[in-house]
């Protein structure tokens, strides 16, 4: 409930005090009321506004004076700023009931001015008052400020982000902050018997950091005012005129904090030096700390990333000479990390996750590191962060780190609407056991950051009967011309099952697959089709699959026509899942171009018929598909294509507080 600001009113000596522009003054009136007084009527300056706060059965006297009755408050307003002090007069006098005036009971009031502003309208730019400024509204037509975590690093050399720093290196590192304007009006003379106080609640000081622009324009220092050990800070030499502050955040959303943080203007009273002071006054604003977004497969690439591997019995030199390939079609641009930079870790995918953040007046990427922390456990640190460029992360406690703790079971669908409700962002798809069994589960400090997000409301799938445990084993998202923009690929050991049938009625029962490859067996469609153990195998498989393609087509809004089956078949290794061939849903998406693992599957007319049917699924779409020989780099280390790279996306046009989660 705001503070009310109350006078004491006498009708034995002048009362004086100091009002806010705009802001009420209660006038006490129990003490100076004479004993035998029945009305009273008020009188002010012309740059005051009376009200009379009553209820409904009382009215004014015919004589406009109006009855003494105990719920009567008098409350005062000034719309002026005073020019000089004591520039403002109000004037109760007391009658008794013979109508004579008993006694008066004068007020001298100085108005002042003060006002705490942010970007409110969410601009880009400080705009000036505003309504409701403790209140922040999601959509279209909310309101209130954004604050972004200064997660970059614009000082190089310095072994922490910006906000680890406690002031500020470069003045570049102001673009990452949020400006808040305190703005003050009225005669000098008064804030010299007044303090103005800015201040942040204990439970938020941990969250931000605010600095006080100080000097000159041409040499202005930047002092830390606010922050995890200072919960207020008193403006000196306080005049008309305005103060700048630069404000940054420390936390990102997470659980026990929603995101918002507070700050105040207080004007307080001050009997004597020693005195804490008594606000007349609070000016308060509130922010929310701008989410980690991800970018899902529709978003534009804008650089790729892999790793070198030159070294041991698994170099990658093939991989990249078509991954070339794959680079020029798009015109995208490759950066490959030595092995030296990632000691000769190759799974980029699972280590790091690329995202951004955005305010109004400012975006910039975040990467955001697993707790996996094997050869790359360094990398996004070391060689990522930087100037614009952001690091976030989340250690699980106790090294309990797993499978599922890699980034490759992490995946965003394309924006998508479900049941009426919109989702602009898309939605987070984190790969789990069964919600009803213990299984291999993502760290909860993983999972806790990013339901904390908000803006796209994660689901959990069932990725736990794979070996590996990832969501990019068995489902990915293309862009699409068509219907909601995109399509949702499955991998399908029906679908699998039923080409092969189809090439053995067509008299290709002896194609065999895996030609080409040194040290492999190779099988042929019949012999593939008569191993009842892999057929029992892939009817697990495919359970598990149609559970989740249940369950997306609910928590996604899809329809059958949303989703694609590409044929590939699974082996169990004891109790879950490995693919038999390269996993061609585990593929890199660069606009319309795909990098597909090469399945090598049975020849049929000297063509691979997997390549063929994948070919004749996609390319209808506008789609071009390159297909990557992985087999001897990734495949039979247990991974594929996309696990072996990683992207960094172009951010959503669509502004993430216009939405309501």
């Not at 020019?83 to 002042?112: H, P, Q």
């Not at 594929?640 to 216009?658: A, L, M």
Request: charged share 25%; aromatic share 10%; glycine share 8%.
């Amino acid at each position: 409930m705001p503070h009310r600001h109350v006078v004491q009113m006498s009708t034995s000596h002048a009362s004086y005090g100091v009002c806010v522009l705009g802001a009420e003054v209660f006038l006490d009136t129990r003490r100076s009321t004479p004993k035998d007084a029945t009305s009273f009527d008020v009188y002010a300056t012309s740059a005051v506004t009376v009200h009379i706060i009553h209820n409904p059965t009382t009215r004014p006297m015919i004589n406009s004076k109006w009855p003494l009755d105990p719920d009567i408050e008098i409350v005062v307003t000034i719309d002026v700023t005073s020019t000089t002090v004591n520039d403002n007069k109000v004037k109760i006098s007391y009658y008794g009931r013979e109508d004579n005036e008993l006694s008066v009971a004068w007020l001298y009031l100085t108005c002042v001015d003060i006002s705490l502003d942010v970007d409110l309208n969410r601009t880009g730019k400080v705009k000036s008052k505003g309504k409701d400024k403790a209140k922040w509204t999601w959509g279209p037509d909310g309101q209130g400020p954004v604050l972004l975590v200064n997660c970059d690093r614009d000082s190089p050399g310095t072994g922490v982000t910006d906000s680890g720093e406690v002031d500020i290196r470069t003045t570049a590192d102001l673009q990452d902050m949020s400006v808040m304007l305190l703005r003050t009006q009225g005669p000098s003379a008064i804030f010299t018997e007044y303090q103005v106080v800015l201040h942040v609640p204990e439970s938020d000081a941990d969250k931000v950091r605010v600095f006080h622009a100080i000097g000159s324009d041409s040499q202005p220092h930047y002092k830390p005012v606010l922050g995890p050990d200072k919960l207020s800070y008193v403006l000196k030499n306080v005049g008309s005129g305005e103060n700048t502050f630069y404000v940054e955040g420390l936390a990102f959303p997470d659980v026990g904090f929603s995101g918002l943080v507070s700050f105040s203007a207080s004007l307080l009273e001050v009997s004597d030096k020693n005195s804490l002071g008594t606000p007349i006054f609070t000016d308060t604003v509130v922010f929310r700390v701008a989410p980690w977004i991800m970018t899902p497969n529709t978003q534009q690439p804008l650089e790729v990333f892999v790793c070198s591997i030159q070294q041991g019995a698994d170099p990658n030199k093939v991989f990249l000479e078509d991954l070339q390939v794959l680079m020029k079609k798009a015109n995208c641009k490759l950066t490959v990390c030595s092995e030296l930079e990632t000691r000769s870790d190759r799974w980029i995918q699972d280590e790091l996750e690329f995202g951004y953040v955005e305010a109004p007046h400012k975006a910039f990427p975040v990467v955001f590191d697993s707790p996996r922390n094997r050869g790359l456990k360094d990398f996004a640190f070391k060689k990522i962060l930087g100037p614009d460029f952001g690091y976030v992360t989340r250690e699980a406690p106790g090294k309990e780190v797993n499978s599922l703790d890699s980034f490759g079971n992490l995946d965003v669908s394309p924006p998508v609407t479900v049941r009426g409700k919109e989702y602009p962002l898309g939605r987070i798809l984190i790969g789990s056991p069964l919600p009803w069994v213990s299984g291999r589960r993502m760290s909860k400090v993983v999972r806790d950051f990013l339901y904390a997000q908000k803006v796209q409301a994660p689901v959990e799938v069932y990725s736990d009967w794979l070996a590996v445990g990832h969501v990019d084993e068995f489902l990915t998202f293309v862009p699409a011309f068509d219907r909601k923009g995109f399509r949702l690929l499955l991998a399908s050991p029906n679908t699998c099952f039923k080409l092969f049938k189809e090439k053995q009625r067509q008299g290709h029962g002896e194609a065999l697959q895996l030609v080409g490859l040194k040290g492999t067996e190779r099988r042929s469609i019949d012999e593939i089709l008569a191993d009842e153990s892999l057929r029992n195998d892939n009817r697990h498989v495919q359970r598990c699959i149609d559970w989740n393609r249940d369950l997306l087509k609910q928590e996604l809004g899809l329809s059958e026509q949303d989703i694609i089956d590409i044929p590939q078949l699974f082996i169990l290794s004891g109790s879950r899942a490995e693919a038999l061939f390269p996993d061609m849903v585990n593929m890199l998406v660069l606009g319309r171009h795909l990098g597909i693992p090469k399945p090598f599957g049975p020849l049929v007319g000297g063509q691979c018929c997997l390549e063929e049917r994948v070919r004749e699924l996609l390319e209808p779409l506008g789609l071009t598909c390159t297909f990557i020989d992985d087999y001897f780099s990734y495949h039979i280390l247990a991974g594929e294509v996309h696990c072996g790279t990683n992207v960094r996306r172009k951010p959503f046009t669509f502004k993430w507080w216009h939405m309501v989660p």
